[in-house]
């Protein structure tokens, strides 16, 4: 009767042991999502719709010059006639790391582009700003440095018409601050958390989605806890809680953690 007991006990316990390792795996598993799924939503983002017309073009790193980059800026800085067929070329090219960094290089050259970001013509406005875009999402920081004269514009015109525009503001903004904390401490002093809360009530699931996710690359930052959430946190609330999406409430949750 004892060693009958003993064996089942032993039996218990294998089955235990076998049902905590199980249990062990399951949470692995969903902590292994859990990460990869936070990763995906904080990433740079460079929303291909969002380009403009013409035409995709393959670019080689290899094949690019610095005279070539400089041609262009040449094009969109002199006003020459073909100025919005050389900022779709431009466009391209800072697909490129080397090319990112040529541009920024040249004399004035994150003026000029901000002077056609501000343009009249929406058309070019529309073209700069995927130039910035592409600058923003450079995985040098130094770059995105570059870019901040570009960001007391690109709050302005969060506030415009155009959904895309303004949903295309905000990817620059969140691309910009995920890189540097010289570039979060400049959009907290102009006012990004309120910018942020006003375009996470919009009507546009695009633009709430872009707004969210700029917010999640502020709160992410390490000095989020101690410069953005004390002073912002019940605004951002209660703008977040008046929408929905899957970034809208992974924002939501930082806060709360």
């Known amino acids: 009767m004892i060693r009958g007991r003993g064996a089942q006990m032993r039996s218990r316990n294998r089955a235990c042991g076998v049902e905590e390792i199980k249990a062990r795996r399951r949470q692995q ?19 291909r719709g969002l380009q403009g017309d013409g035409e995709e073009m393959e670019i ?4 690019i010059t610095q005279e070539e980059v400089l041609q262009l800026y040449r094009r969109i800085q002199h006003g020459s006639d073909d100025r919005l067929a050389a900022l779709r070329s431009l466009r391209q090219v800072l697909q490129l790391k080397k090319s990112q960094q040529l ?9 000029v582009l901000i002077g056609l970001f501000t343009s009249s013509l ?3 406005q529309l073209e700069a700003a995927q130039c910035l875009l592409e600058l923003s999402h450079s995985d040098d920081p130094s770059i995105s440095l570059v870019c901040l004269p570009a960001t007391p514009y ?4 969060l506030s415009g018409q155009s959904a895309k525009f303004t949903e ?10 995920a890189e540097n904390e010289a570039v979060r401490k400049q959009l907290l002093v102009q006012g990004v958390i309120q910018a942020l809360a006003i ?3 919009s009507p546009h699931g695009a633009v709430v989605e872009a707004a969210a996710y700029s917010l999640s690359q502020m709160l992410q930052a390490k000095e989020a806890g101690e410069k953005i959430v004390p002073g912002s946190w ?9 929408t929905t999406g899957q970034m809208a409430s992974y924002a939501v949750s930082i806060l709360i953690d």
């Open 60 to 63: 080689r790193e290899t094949l």
């Open 103 to 111: 541009f920024v290089r040249f004399e004035n050259s994150i003026h």
């Open 199 to 201: 375009c996470l009530q």
């Open 168 to 177: 295309l503001c905000l990817y620059i903004l969140g691309n910009l601050a």
């Open 154 to 157: 690109l709050l302005t015109y």
């Open 122 to 124: 929406a058309v070019v």
């Open 234 to 242: 019940i605004l951002i609330w209660r703008a977040s809680t008046q």
């Open 29 to 47: 598993e969903r902590d292994l999502r859990k990460a990869r799924k936070e990763k995906q939503l904080v990433s740079k983002r460079l929303p």
